[in-house]
């Protein structure tokens, strides 16, 4: 393709525009907005699951309501006589589990303390409410506070991404020890997650849901893992991009 360049000078010589040079022009503006696509497709995605998580709230409210009620049944029971002793041990067995249940639920699907106080903290906090329910040694550090500078959804996506690991992890009975390191430099965010069974491998593991919420969500961010092994420590490195 031809295009005359006019001027005072007769001289000037046609500017060759060569089809083969506006093809890869337009492949690569078709592969830009195939990417661009792609990216808002999977935030739907994300924010539909997210939206359902939310939803699913007001079932497993339903569960802890009656665990509540025959609470309540065994302490009425008591007041009337009987065996008490038993009873009441019945009751603040139920009493217990149904606290755990509300706060864990609460944590998991709404992470209020992610979006009121920050992604640091929002880890912080859902750890130490999981201690309180498992016997493995979960520990968590990040220094990088710069990290709360970025988009709220995209700190949720990043708490979920930890959640739903350590949701896996948490299954496997072999495991006593779990590692979280969070850095964030130059609009690159890299998470090690590690557990001390080499034998474990969490991307194999069940509840297909956990993982394909963790593909999408780094697939998201343009990101990557992978996996090594130090001595009995397996660690998942998960690199996202921010920017």
């Given amino acids: 393709m031809t295009y005359n360049k006019r001027g005072a000078d007769s001289d000037n010589k046609p500017i060759v525009v060569s089809p083969k040079t506006i093809s890869k022009t337009l492949y690569?503006?078709?592969?830009?907005?195939?990417?661009?696509?792609?990216?808002?497709q999977l935030r739907s995605i994300l924010e539909t699951q997210e939206t359902s998580m939310q939803n699913i709230v007001h079932e497993l409210q339903n569960s802890v309501n009656q665990t509540l009620v025959a609470s309540k049944f065994f302490l009425e029971e008591a007041a009337e006589g009987g065996d008490n002793?038993?009873?009441?041990?019945?009751?603040h067995g139920l009493t217990n589990d149904a606290i755990d249940a509300l706060t864990m639920l609460c944590i998991t699907m709404h992470p209020t303390v992610v979006t009121d106080v920050g992604l640091?903290?929002?880890?912080?906090?859902?750890?130490?409410?999981l201690r309180k329910i498992s016997a493995v040694q979960i520990q968590f550090e990040c220094s990088d506070t710069s990290i709360e500078e970025i988009d709220e959804k995209d700190k949720i996506s990043i708490f979920r991404i930890i959640q739903n690991y350590l949701s896996l992890v948490l299954q496997n009975p072999a495991t006593s020890m779990v590692n979280i390191?969070?850095?964030?430099?130059?609009a690159l965010l890299t998470l090690l997650l590690s557990q001390n069974e080499p034998r474990f491998n969490f991307m194999k593991a069940g509840q297909a849901f956990n993982l394909s919420d963790i593909s999408n969500r780094i697939t998201y961010f343009n990101g990557t893992i992978r996996q090594k092994q130090e001595g009995k420590i397996e660690t998942a490195v998960v690199e996202l991009s921010l920017s």
Avoid: F, H, P
């Avoid at 390191?181 to 130059?186: D, G, L």
């Fill in 181 to 186: 390191e969070m850095s964030y430099k130059t």
């Fill in 85 to 91: 002793r038993m009873l009441v041990s019945k009751s």
């Fill in 120 to 129: 640091i903290d929002g880890i912080g906090e859902y750890i130490v409410e």
């Fill in 28 to 40: 690569s503006r078709m592969l830009d907005l195939e990417k661009i696509g792609k990216r808002q």
